[in-house]
């Protein structure tokens, strides 16, 4: 036997041992890192992990007459791998409007352009012949590259586009004079231990995975416009009046609301320093994307709150949006309440970036420091500004690959949406619909959780991708109880913070924090096509003593809760966590008194998925 196969045995050897008796199913390319010792069995990164990392200097100018953006890119990259590369690609995002390139959501005749232009490149300070570019819709393949292990490559690029005005797709025209800029620069793309080079296309749905870099950005745009983006601004001075600048340093110091652009200053033109142009600064450090949103009629409502209790470090929240809409009026304290609940319970982890700013948009999507919402209203107001908000956790401070595993991000800001709608608006019910899990597991359209995102499409996309690991998520804190998950929790923050998990970093992090096996779990959830079907099998009772069989006729771990209804209108609810399934156990028994005459008996509670809710009842038919 070769020395590689020796090693490669006790490699995985070690991690089966390491994570108990059942053994996730590990993809060859994920095997790959174990060996290479990029990542452990126990889910932290190991001790030969490694990313690349960009820096990026970026001017651009955006004219909302014409919508023509031009720009230039001046980028570093370090290619920190073990490996030569001898190409590099760029991810080219507004190509997705590119009349030929490939798309999987409508877009308008009136939208399609000629992508992105690049006017010229340098690598090195040497000029590119444009036969060595070729685009492929949004990737663009730089041949000709050679980054030696360690060592650090420059690129300056002049490009140009046409933002779209309508075929809103996560960036565009809002109206005439808003606008949500997002995914405006060609970018280098990741490469990585897992896969090298991500080279999946940007087609609409799926969204995407980005290295963490450095950008000064510069934006410059007509003299009337606010200019908010990811980052902070550092020429205030240059583009506000004075009475701006002391209502954000008020903002950024208050727990209160302060109005910082009000109707009245619009009407006034009251805001910014009567230039015809303005060129905004903003720079961010160690963030896997900048966007920036621009109008001339919105107004800004903010407030601020301490974060860290330890170094007192506040955070900004602000509102902008337009005036006529009054259901964003509530939205900054929707988004406070959010930004204070992450800070101090879901998970308890210091909101990581000095400002959140809600920008009402087209679309409900997440940025760094940015989110781009419609004006919703009620609950859905509360449930999409919070599960925005809580993509700053997934996948920008984690930096997961939502290109290939959505769930890994989705899955998490669903699942906040159970908790934190609760605590923000406590006075509102709000049941959360569980159709799209329901109507489609077991189904020929249904897929296991693990399947890659650019495979999902049908009825069951939403429920794989979003739906359905929110619960499985759901269903683990129930059993660890709040403070053991969210220990976990922030075990798996701390390890890959900054850095690229694996949807197997994330499960074993979970296990080692928590300090479970929750493998049977996460494959029975996770890597199978499972039906999660519960059902009241026989119920036996003397006076006010019952016995009831609840039986898994679906193979979906889900867990048992069984609402007790008294004749009198009251209830009472007897529940067991997954745990009860563990040993793959097909039945559980309840044994319990009631406390007095029993009217029925109903398995589920607004959590918990099951295909068929017919045999979830039984009613006392005994006088």
């Known amino acids: 036997m070769h020395y590689f196969s020796f090693t490669f045995l006790f490699t995985i050897l070690g991690i089966t041992m390491a994570m108990g008796q059942q053994q996730l199913p590990v993809a060859v390319n994920f095997k790959k890192a174990y060996l290479q010792q990029t990542r452990n069995a126990n889910g932290s990164p190991g001790k030969a992990y490694w990313q690349n990392k960009g820096s990026y200097t970026i001017k651009v100018t955006f004219d909302p007459n014409t919508n023509a953006l031009s720009g230039n890119v001046d980028a570093n990259y370090t290619n920190n791998s073990p490996d030569t590369l001898r190409q590099v690609i760029f991810k080219l995002y507004p190509n997705l409007y590119q009349a030929q390139a490939m798309r999987n959501v409508p877009v308008l005749p009136e939208d399609l352009t000629k992508g992105v232009e690049i006017k010229k490149m ?17 990737n663009m393949y730089v041949k000709g590259v050679t980054i030696l292990p360690g060592q650090s490559a420059h690129f300056d690029i002049d490009y140009g586009y046409q933002v779209n005005k309508t075929s809103f797709v996560r960036t565009g025209q809002v109206d005439t004079g808003a606008f949500m800029i997002a995914y405006f620069f060609p970018r280098i793309a990741v490469y990585d231990d897992i896969d090298g080079w991500n080279e999946y296309p940007y087609a609409g749905k799926e969204e995407f995975y980005n290295d963490y870099c450095d950008f000064k950005v510069s934006i410059t745009l007509p003299g009337d416009y606010q200019v908010w983006a990811t980052g902070e601004l550092q020429n205030p001075a240059a ?25 009245a200053d619009l009407a006034a033109h009251n805001i910014t320093l009567n230039h015809p142009a303005n060129t905004w600064i903003f720079e961010a450090d160690n963030v896997t994307d900048f966007a920036f949103a621009a109008s001339n009629h919105y107004v800004w409502k903010a407030s601020s709150l301490v974060v860290d209790p330890k170094t007192k470090r506040r955070t900004r929240v602000d509102a902008v949006y337009n005036p006529q809409h009054k259901s964003f009026e509530p939205v900054v304290d929707y988004a406070r309440k959010t930004v204070d609940l992450i800070s101090t319970k879901v998970p308890g982890l210091p909101f990581p970036y000095p400002h959140e700013t809600i920008f009402e948009g087209l679309d409900a999507m997440e940025y760094p420091m940015m989110v781009n919402n419609l004006p919703f209203e009620g609950t859905e107001a509360v449930a999409f500004t919070a599960h925005e908000i809580y993509h700053t956790l997934f996948p920008f401070l984690v930096g997961t690959n939502e290109t290939k595993y959505s769930f890994m991000d989705e899955g998490w800001a669903t699942f906040s949406e159970f908790t934190l709608q609760k605590e ?16 489609s597991a077991g189904t020929d359209q ?11 499409y049908g009825k069951a996309r939403f429920s794989n991708k979003d739906l359905k690991p929110a619960l499985g998520f759901h269903y683990v804190k129930e059993m660890l109880g ?19 998990p694996t949807p197997y970093d994330l499960f074993y992090c979970l296990n080692k924090g928590a300090g479970v096996d929750l493998n049977w779990f996460w494959q029975n959830w996770f890597f199978e096509k499972n039906v999660p079907d519960l059902a009241i099998e026989k119920v036996t009772h003397q006076q006010y003593k019952y016995t009831v069989v609840i039986t898994r006729r679906g193979q979906g771990i889900i867990p048992v809760h069984l609402t007790i209804f008294y004749k009198d209108g009251a209830t009472e609810t007897i529940s067991r966590d997954i745990a009860c399934w563990e040993k793959g156990n097909r039945t559980i028994t309840l044994d319990f008194t009631a406390k007095k005459a029993v009217s029925k008996l109903v398995l589920g509670d607004a959590y918990d998925a099951d295909v068929d809710s017919s045999n979830n009842t039984w009613n006392n038919n005994a006088r």
């Open 122 to 138: 340098l690598v090195n300070n040497n000029l590119v012949d444009s036969k060595k570019l070729l685009i492929r819709g949004t």
């Open 239 to 263: 583009v506000y009046k004075p009475e701006i600048i002391e209502r954000i340093a008020t903002a950024a110091q208050s727990d209160g609301f302060t109005d910082i652009i009000t109707s």
């Open 424 to 439: 923000i608006t406590p006075d509102v019910v709000d049941v959360y619909d569980l159709s799209p899990v329901n109507s």
């Open 446 to 456: 249904d897929v296991p959780i693990m399947t890659l995102t650019p495979q999902l």
């Open 482 to 500: 709040d403070q053991l998950f969210y220990k976990a929790m922030n075990h798996y923050i701390s390890q890959w913070q900054g850095k690229h």
